[in-house]
């Protein structure tokens, strides 16, 4: 399994996050659909204040730049990613993969704990 993380900052109007929230809690089905067609096993968007952190799980063969352009030309996917704009504060006509920030990992304790263990044998 791959794990992507990736932050995106809301527009600065409260109710305009309020909805955007509600709006989550309402995925068009073909949204989720589409994201299963290309591998994308789960999704997760946490938020604090206007910023959203994104944990998604994908398949062991999921190439991000080809499987992200490919969810791109889904039905409704572009609709989708225009209604949620008006929240984000991003073009109508950015995808996904263009408006999500991709963060890089830079701790992981399971690799720690690991080492750890590995020097008690």
């Given at each position: 399994?791959?794990?992507?993380?990736?932050s995106?900052?809301l527009?600065?109007?409260?109710?305009?996050?309020e909805?955007?929230?509600e709006?989550?809690?309402h995925?068009?089905?073909?949204?989720?659909?589409?994201?299963?067609?290309?591998?994308?096993?789960?999704?997760?968007?946490?938020?604090?204040?206007?910023?959203?952190?994104?944990?998604?799980?994908?398949?062991?063969?999921?190439?991000?730049?080809r499987?992200?352009?490919?969810?791109?030309t889904l039905p409704?996917?572009?609709?989708?990613?225009?209604?949620?704009?008006?929240?984000?504060?991003?073009?109508?006509?950015?995808?996904?993969?263009?408006?999500?920030q991709?963060?890089?990992?830079?701790?992981?304790?399971?690799?720690?704990?690991?080492?750890?263990?590995?020097?008690?044998?």
């Amino acid at each position: 399994m791959k794990r992507y993380c990736q932050s995106l900052e809301l527009r600065d109007e409260p109710a305009l996050i309020e909805k955007y929230v509600e709006v989550h809690s309402h995925v068009w089905p073909e949204i989720i659909e589409g994201q299963r067609e290309v591998g994308i096993l789960s999704m997760q968007i946490y938020r604090l204040g206007r910023r959203l952190f994104m944990i998604m799980d994908a398949v062991d063969d999921f190439d991000f730049d080809r499987d992200m352009a490919r969810l791109a030309t889904l039905p409704r996917q572009a609709e989708w990613e225009a209604y949620v704009s008006r929240f984000q504060g991003c073009p109508p006509d950015a995808r996904s993969d263009e408006k999500w920030q991709p963060m890089e990992k830079i701790f992981d304790s399971s690799k720690q704990f690991n080492d750890i263990l590995n020097h008690q044998k």
